[in-house]
């Protein structure tokens, strides 16, 4: 019988909002053109683009029980979000980028609310509170070798942004595996946002 991995010693964990199984369409019609035009890059597998709430890093197993016990009571304060894909961005920029990723959008501002929330028990139980600004977005590439400006390659991607609108109904508690092929991230617990609206 597998091991419980909330019983493991320590784990990488984070919270997140999955995205794939509301947008799929969408993340794939971005990542099929620029897996086929674009070199240097190691691109995130379709199903496993996220949209980070919080990242605990390595927690030793008592600690992450902590962390589904206020992520529970947490996602239950929240009703569904109505989410959109507004544009694909790089960090530092798209002419130069080190990261490729999808802007996400809550225009009722109950997402960056969701995101206060949690940080609010982080703090309170003494993890670690991430001091930069919250700029919701998915992660979907990360640059290997110098691609140069990526303005060009967008008019390949076959989907109008902001994208329709989509329900995200619950939030995830991952676990983060380094691998020699890349980062994969295993579900741990989901999170029902289960506030009647």
């Given at each position: ?11 990488r964990v984070?919270l997140?909002i999955?995205?794939y ?12 053109p620029?897996?086929?035009e674009?070199s ?13 709430l ?15 016990l206020?992520s529970?009571?947490?996602a239950?304060?929240?009703?569904p ?9 790089g ?13 996400i959008?809550e ?11 949690i940080?609010?028990?982080v ?13 919701p ?17 967008l ?12 329900t995200a ?6 676990q983060s595996?380094?691998?020699?092929e ?11 946002l289960?506030?009647?609206?």
């Open positions: 019988m597998a091991e419980d991995p909330l019983k493991q010693t320590a784990a984070f997140a999955p995205l199984e509301i947008f799929h369409q969408e993340i794939e019609n971005v990542l099929r620029f897996c086929r674009i240097g890059v190691r691109w995130v597998e379709p199903r496993q683009v996220h949209l980070t919080h990242f605990f890093g390595p927690v030793p197993a008592k600690e992450i029980e902590l962390i589904h206020f529970k009571k947490v239950s304060l929240f009703s979000l109505e989410l959109n894909i507004d544009r694909i961005g960090f530092p920029s798209l002419e130069r980028p080190d990261v490729i990723w999808l802007g959008v225009y009722a501002g109950r997402l960056l609310s969701l995101q206060r929330a940080q609010g028990e703090r309170t139980l003494g993890f670690k509170i991430e001091t930069r600004p919250f700029h977005h998915a992660t979907i590439g990360r640059v290997k070798r110098r691609t140069g400006d990526l303005g060009p390659l008019a390949k991607v076959r989907f109008e942004l902001p994208s329709p609108a989509k109904d619950h939030i995830v508690l991952y595996h380094c691998r020699p890349g980062v994969c991230y295993e579900v741990l617990k989901t999170y029902p289960s506030k009647k609206a």
